[in-house]
């Protein structure tokens, strides 16, 4: 076997998974998003091929821009700003506090992290539905309470996601804060830096690469968020919490229009596309950066 073979060898398996397990589908969205593939119907069993008419038709649909703008707005509340900046609070709390205090708080985010996505969505609903813990709460102490799902279903959206996300976030950045250099915050507290100075000038440079990288992996996460929004508010009321998978999963499985669904997919294919390289070229090359 030449060199080539042997380096590419142990790299098969991977690329066949990749390919039959994203690639493929991809592709396969491609193809039928120039179609009429249906799920009832004479375009059920024999799609026909109609070019761009689905393009068209979608950039034209107020619905699109409408869940692109509402997808924008959940992921940047809930990931670029929630759970980003929430975990990293939270990592800069416990920060050299003692292993109990730690522990507590940890089990406490870390909770809603690991619970199903489907049981985290019915214990968001229990919690702010109109007869859920929270208005009761607000009751109790001589306050009305509201319909948080249909007064504020962005808002309770938002809320809901950092409050399952933030302990991937919180993780991470503790791992990070934990290999700041010692001698470098010492150095400027000797200096006179306070500690919201030592933390811009001094922690926030050590660990740029890491909050990048932070940022893209919940990022891309949210972006694709559906049984959450879906268990809370289905997408309402009147769509204002419909975001692009919702918005697919109408259009594929309610509608039964395959085809159409498709094409959106691509939208949400392209904007996790757009996040990914613009935080890859946020990285930078560390190579450069250094000489």
Not at 223 to 247: E, K, S
């Amino acid at each position: 076997m030449s060199a080539v073979g042997r380096w590419l060898a142990p790299m098969a398996p991977a690329v066949l998974l990749l390919g039959l397990f994203v690639i493929g589908p991809i592709l396969w969205s491609g193809y039928v998003s120039f179609t009429d593939a249906a799920l009832t119907g004479a375009a059920a069993g024999d799609p026909e091929f109609v070019g761009l008419d689905n393009y068209r038709r979608m950039f034209a649909d107020p619905a699109l821009w409408h869940a692109v703008w509402v997808t924008v707005v959940f992921t940047v509340g809930s990931a670029v700003i929630g759970q980003n900046c929430l975990g990293m609070f939270i990592a800069l709390l416990t920060r050299h506090r003692n292993r109990w205090l730690r522990n507590a708080v940890g089990i406490a985010v870390v909770s809603a992290w690991v619970l199903p996505e489907l049981v985290a969505a019915f214990a968001i609903y229990a919690f702010l539905n109109s007869e859920g813990t929270l208005n009761n709460l607000l009751v109790a102490v001589g306050l009305e309470g509201v319909d948080w799902l249909y007064h504020a279903p962005v808002l309770a959206v938002v809320l809901g996601n950092v409050w399952r996300g933030t302990a991937f976030s919180m993780l991470v950045y503790q791992a990070a804060l934990a290999e700041v250099p010692s001698d470098l915050t010492e150095a400027a507290e000797v200096d006179g830096a306070g500690m919201l100075r030592r933390f811009w000038h001094v922690t926030l440079p050590v660990i740029r690469r890491t909050i990048a990288t932070n940022l893209m992996l919940i990022t891309l996460q949210t972006i694709g968020v559906f049984t959450l929004i879906y268990v809370l508010t289905a997408g309402g009321p009147n769509a204002a919490t419909q975001t692009l998978p919702l918005l697919m999963y109408d259009s594929a499985f309610e509608f039964d229009e395959i085809g159409y669904g498709a094409t959106i997919s691509l939208v949400l294919l392209t904007i996790g596309g757009l996040f990914a390289v613009l935080y890859a070229v946020s990285l930078g090359d560390p190579d450069e950066e250094g000489a």
